[in-house]
């Protein structure tokens, strides 16, 4: 389960605050800034192509109010740096020129959009609109090789098991990796240019989440908790050491000034599914069920703002074999008068060969493992009877019986068992 919390600071307190934080984080954040954020800059001119210096460029994001603003030097260039990746409304304004609007400019994690504004003189209290900003988006000094997965494919692509990691697939140079996706030490599943699961590095908001002890990939956030990721595949920053694979960049959802949120859920049931054909009986119990909501919206509007998010699965189904256990383990020996059942005819035979040479010490536990193992596989519990004239532990199917040497003043102690 994710539960975010965000908040801006203002008023007479934000100040201090905001010098005291980046003075603190100052190392962490610019260092960090492509794991989970992004950069703005460009050129601002004028309609004959002269920079603009001194103008004022405004990065307003309308879902959260959002804004961060910077003034272009003499060569009118601006860089707007570490901004949550989302939509925003681009302004730029200068004296004798009107203010131009970019409506919707969409920047993703890890970017650095540059996005040349061109002012028109006229009055500053004008103002221009360009709708087709996007088209414009350009990322001049991108040496990596990336790729950023976006909400739109999380949404529509198809995912087994919600594994939102697996739509990095969808990379040519990315591939499924052969170790474990689940389990107490899963990899990442994937594959980056031949190197193994465990040598990617995941991180999710910017904050590592990989556990150092065996270099896998810890527990992850719901898919729809997600709003995109990027996938890092060669020549990624220093800050991105520890990795010989690939980087994969996670950065959740986050809320807004509207309240919004979904429940979904996602059933497979025996009832209306077909029945497995190597199953060995007749009605296999099969469900599966996968479910979970979301929520968010503003706690202070403008200010501060949360984003939960839930999902759960459950699985209630068998596990089966085709072999004929029941037909290989038909085999039985007597070793000082107990006998032990539920073996193999090579088991046994092999038994015989250990009595035949005197090895009975060793005839005796081969006979309890195997006979154990036997007991195991056809009834699904291991029963042992414990009898101080051989010393040693017995198993025994149930309803059979156990010959041992009588006098023993000691009494059975039965112990069953999964």
């Known amino acids: 389960m994710l539960v975010s919390l965000k908040s801006r600071l203002n008023g007479s307190f934000q100040i201090p605050c905001l010098l005291l934080l980046l003075l603190l984080s ?101 103002s221009v609109t360009i709708s087709d900003a996007t088209s414009e988006i350009v990322e001049s000094d991108k040496t990596a090789v990336s790729t950023t997965i976006d909400q739109q494919r999380i949404n529509n692509l198809p995912i087994n098991e919600r594994n939102y990691l697996a739509f990095a697939l969808t990379t040519s140079t990315v591939g499924r990796d052969n170790g474990r996706p689940i389990g107490p030490a899963p990899t990442t599943g994937l594959n980056f240019g031949g190197q193994r699961g465990r040598s990617n590095l995941v991180q999710v908001d910017g904050a590592d989440n990989t556990d150092n002890s065996v270099n896998a990939s810890r527990s992850t956030v719901s898919q729809e908790a997600v709003q995109e990721f990027q996938v890092v595949t060669n020549s990624f920053a220093a800050e991105f050491g520890r990795s010989a694979g690939g980087v994969v960049n996670v950065v959740t959802k986050s809320g807004t000034n509207e309240l919004h949120g979904n429940i979904f859920g996602f059933l497979r049931h025996r009832s209306f599914q077909a029945r497995n054909a190597f199953a060995p009986i007749e009605d296999p119990p099969f469900t599966r069920a996968q479910y979970g909501f979301t929520l968010g919206g503003p706690l202070d509007k403008g200010r501060t703002f949360f984003f939960a998010a839930f999902e759960q699965r459950r699985r209630n189904e068998s596990g089966f074999f085709t072999s004929d256990v029941q037909g290989n383990l038909t085999s039985s020996v007597t070793i000082l008068g107990q006998t032990f059942r539920n073996i193999s005819p090579q088991q046994a035979t092999y038994i015989n060969q250990l009595l035949g040479i005197g090895a009975t010490a060793l005839a005796v536990p081969y006979a309890f493992l195997a006979s154990s193992g036997g007991s195991t596989a056809l009834t699904g519990s291991n029963p042992l009877v414990v009898f101080p004239g051989l010393g040693a532990l017995t198993p025994i199917a149930p309803g059979s019986t156990v010959d041992h040497p009588q006098p023993s003043p000691s009494r059975a102690i039965r112990n069953s068992g999964h």
Do not use: C, H, M
């Open 26 to 126: 100052a190392p962490v954040a610019f260092g960090q800034a492509q794991s989970n954020a992004a950069d703005l800059q460009g050129t601002v001119r004028d309609a004959t192509g002269a920079v603009v210096a001194n103008a004022t460029v405004t990065a307003r994001n309308p879902g959260t109010n959002f804004s961060r603003s910077v003034t272009t030097n003499d060569e009118g260039f601006y860089r707007i740096i570490n901004v949550p990746p989302g939509e925003y409304e681009l302004t730029a304004e200068a004296t004798n020129f009107k203010k131009s609007v970019l409506p919707k400019v969409t920047v993703t994690v890890g970017q650095a959009a540059e996005f040349n504004v061109t002012l028109e003189p006229g009055q500053i209290s004008e």
